[in-house]
């Protein structure tokens, strides 16, 4: 083979290197809150090239078509997209649900001793000073250094208990509209792809309110939202600058 014709084949295999090769920018969203997700570990599993998101959520990674991206962090359930056209792409996460939830402690019930005698500079603190049994010479008894941790029983009230079923149940609710509200299967009920609808799913998805009224019919709600949707401007369309 002529040297020149085999420079030729060598400089075209090289220059289709260089043109499948480059860079993935996105952002990535929370996606019942819909807020931007900072610190998200992102990994390019077919190059193993690694980021992160910034405090704005977004990244930028390289990548090709046909890349597969892994998002994942120790707060959230982690998610694969693939690479398609390298434009900017928007990522849902789903947070996870281990978090421990928030406790007030209302209407403390507190019982007297069992010797009948309630020292008179208790009131209501939980650690007082030690001081020896009451006597007719010093009613209040002498102190003897040290202190006392005095625990209480306490009834915790309905409405509260009420108030944690209620977010339970809202958690759960959520959970579901995740689920439904996924790109997948909202492509099945409107004609978007891409990043407008990524864009459809954070500006559409319903609130836990909306989701569970008795009149609420996914297949109207879709409807009546791409009507919407497609009635605004194309610069109202993007979710992120809303969000911002």
Request: charged fraction near 15%; avoid cysteine.
């Given at each position: 083979m002529p040297r020149q014709l085999l420079l030729i084949l060598i400089a075209c295999f090289v220059s289709a290197l260089a043109y499948g090769q480059g860079v993935q920018k996105g952002t990535v969203y929370e996606i019942k809150s819909h807020t931007v997700v900072a610190g998200l570990r992102v990994e390019n599993s077919t190059n193993g090239k690694v980021t992160t998101t910034d405090k704005g959520g977004k990244f930028?990674?390289?990548a090709k078509g046909g890349d597969i991206l892994l998002f994942k962090s120790s707060f959230y359930l982690p998610d694969t997209v693939v690479v398609t056209d390298l434009r900017g792409m928007q990522v849902?996460?789903?947070a996870k649900q281990n978090e421990l939830k928030e406790v007030k402690v209302t209407n403390v019930e507190i019982k007297k001793p069992a010797s009948g005698y309630v020292d008179p500079e208790f009131h209501g603190q939980t650690m007082i000073y030690q001081r020896n049994a009451p006597s007719a010479a010093?009613?209040?008894?002498?102190?003897?250094g040290g202190v006392i941790l005095r625990l209480h029983y306490w009834n915790k009230d309905e409405k509260d208990k009420k108030k944690q079923a209620e977010l339970l149940e809202n958690g759960k609710t959520s959970d579901e509209i995740a689920k439904v509200f996924t790109a997948d299967n909202i492509a099945k009920?409107?004609?978007l792809k891409g990043t407008d609808l990524d864009n459809f799913i954070l500006l559409y998805i319903p609130s836990v309110k909306v989701y569970t009224a008795s009149e609420?019919?996914?297949t109207n709600y879709l409807n009546a939202s791409y009507k919407s949707f497609m009635a605004l401007p194309p610069d109202k369309r993007n979710a992120g600058q809303l969000i911002k």
């Open positions: 930028n990674i390289p849902l996460i789903t010093n009613p209040k008894g002498d102190p003897k009920y409107v004609p609420f019919n996914l």
